[in-house]
């Protein structure tokens, strides 16, 4: 059985006092729960603050990037330990906007999934298509190269330090989701790579989160799928309403006050 994983993106918002109050309410609204993990991604500048507010909550602390080297001569970036030294268990590597807007290519994504498992973090990897790569019958050509290469050289052990990370980039922000059966499809592709590269042990272990708005409307529904694992919330995670209710996706829940 795979623990069910719901991330919060918050992307370039929030000053470190709205990141502090952010995460107050969401673990005022989540309350306590075994069921689930649940990971926030606040900007860097507020990390070491949420940090403090979320020690004694079992809500999880990522980082939207990292740069694949520890130290040195490389100014304005942030490595893995780093983010390590300031509470964060988890990256974000290779979200589709890294990729679009600041070049990185799958073998730079490939060296900084290496960084983040070297300092035993947890790297969650983002693949995607554009809607051009699916309307010209791309799709799985690209998931395939993107998975692949981001796990070059990553062990069967690490992988217990990976999430995968599907986000069709067209869903991405737009209000536009992928139907839970396409999401349905791609997630069972990248298992099936998984089930190649690993065997069926680690690849029946590995979570595979969907994400492209993503809201309390569809969640249940995405959830439904036997190989979504859980979700990559962006605009809806700056909501702690909206966060707490897809953290909540499962009438059954079982939440205790904090
Ligand atoms: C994201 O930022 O990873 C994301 C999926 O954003 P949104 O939920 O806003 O589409």
Known sequence: ?????????????????????????????????????????????????????CKNSNIQLAAQNCHCI????????????????????HVIIGHSERRQYFGETNQFINAKTKAVINTDL??????????????????????ASQVKSALADITATQMAQVVLAYEPIWAIGTGKTASSEDAEEVHAYIRGILYGLYGASIADKCRILYGGSVKPNNISELMAEDDI??????????????????????????????
């Not at 107050?24 to 990971?39: A, L, S, Y």
């Not at 490389?74 to 300031?86: I, K």
């Not at 707490?244 to 939440?255: E, F, G, Q």
């Open 1 to 53: 059985m795979r623990k069910p994983l719901i991330a919060g993106n918050w992307k370039l918002h929030n000053t470190v006092q709205q990141s502090e109050q952010l995460a107050r309410d969401v673990i005022e609204q989540i309350g306590q729960t075994e069921e689930i993990e649940i990971v926030i991604a606040p900007v860097f500048t507020a990390l070491a603050a949420v940090n403090t507010i």
């Open 70 to 89: 520890d130290s040195g001569a490389y100014t304005g970036e942030v490595s893995a330990p780093l983010l390590a030294d300031v509470g964060c268990s």
């Open 122 to 143: 947890t790297a969650i990897i983002c693949v995607g298509e554009t809607l051009e790569q699916r309307e010209s019958g791309e799709l799985f050509d690209v998931i």
């Open 229 to 258: 694992d859980g979700a990559l919330v962006g605009g809806a995670s700056l909501s702690a309403d909206d966060f707490a209710a897809i953290v909540r996706y499962k009438k059954t829940l079982k939440i205790s006050p904090q």
